[in-house]
């Protein structure tokens, strides 16, 4: 049992939008800055988001992030096959005073 | 670019220690507020955290694994590396070594780069 929850799996088409969601609480997202990452398959992660929304360089712009609250969401817009991947959100929890992620979330693309 | 290269056994059997080793290239595990660690992964399963050094040499743990982690700094070799005590099968996981930088604190940063990752069996 992750303490951030995300769905399982999402999917959607070709060119179309996506979001992830990433559920906390007050000790971890509400308090602290949510990253995420992509780790395509036989991969190590990748960072796609940091400090909520921005953009590590050489990122594609497809990809943006979001806060509100004890809750945070990744975006994929213009989707590709290559975007299918596990996507992973983390953030620092002070009540256990360490890293937590979301258990992932399997992308498809259709 | 940073790189993060990783060194150390696949195989470990029950109740010894696990150790690897993380080199750096074109980087220094001194460089101010820089945090080095581990994060791994088990088979067909989520990521989770093991532990993270900041480049003071201040150390931050899982509570699931404390009391059995430790780790630490080589500054000569520009390397850092972890050890987990009495392994059993559940420390089996690919074991990602990764670097974090941030000015305000260890709470602001994320993983910014990562190793190539480990697959450590524990096995008899």
């Known amino acids: 049992q992750s303490v951030l929850t995300q769905p399982p799996s999402v999917s959607e088409a070709p060119r179309q939008r996506v979001t992830i969601s990433c559920s906390g609480s007050s000790s971890n997202i509400g308090d602290n800055a949510v990253s995420w990452y992509q780790q395509l398959p036989g991969k190590a992660p990748k960072l796609l988001i940091y400090?909520?929304?921005l953009l590590p360089s050489g990122v594609s712009d497809r990809f943006s992030g979001s806060k509100s609250g004890t809750s945070a969401s990744l975006a994929i817009s213009g989707l590709q096959s290559e975007d299918e991947a596990d996507y992973y959100c983390?953030?620092?929890?002070?009540?256990?005073?360490?890293?937590?992620f979301g258990g992932g979330t399997k992308l498809t693309v259709l | 670019q940073l790189q993060l290269q990783q060194s150390g056994p696949g195989l470990v059997k029950p109740s010894e220690n696990l150790s690897l080793t993380c080199t750096v290239s074109?980087?220094?595990?001194?460089?101010?507020?820089?945090?080095w660690g581990w994060i791994r992964q088990p088979p067909g399963k989520g990521l989770e955290w093991v532990g993270t050094?900041?480049?003071?040499?201040?150390?931050f743990y899982s509570p699931s694994l404390k009391g059995r982690v430790t780790i630490s700094l080589d500054t000569s070799n520009n390397q850092f590396s972890l050890t987990l005590t009495s392994v059993t099968a559940a420390d089996t996981a690919v074991y990602y070594c990764?670097?974090?930088?941030?000015?305000?604190?260890?709470?602001?940063?994320?993983?910014?780069?990562w190793g190539q990752g480990t697959l450590v069996t524990v096995s008899s």
């Open positions: 074109s980087g220094s595990i001194g460089s101010s507020y820089s945090y």
């Open positions: 990764f670097f974090s930088s941030s000015a305000l604190g260890i709470a602001a940063g994320s993983f910014d780069y």
């Open positions: 400090y909520d929304n």
């Open positions: 050094i900041y480049y003071r040499g201040n150390t």
């Open positions: 983390a953030a620092w929890d002070d009540r256990l005073n360490g890293w937590v």
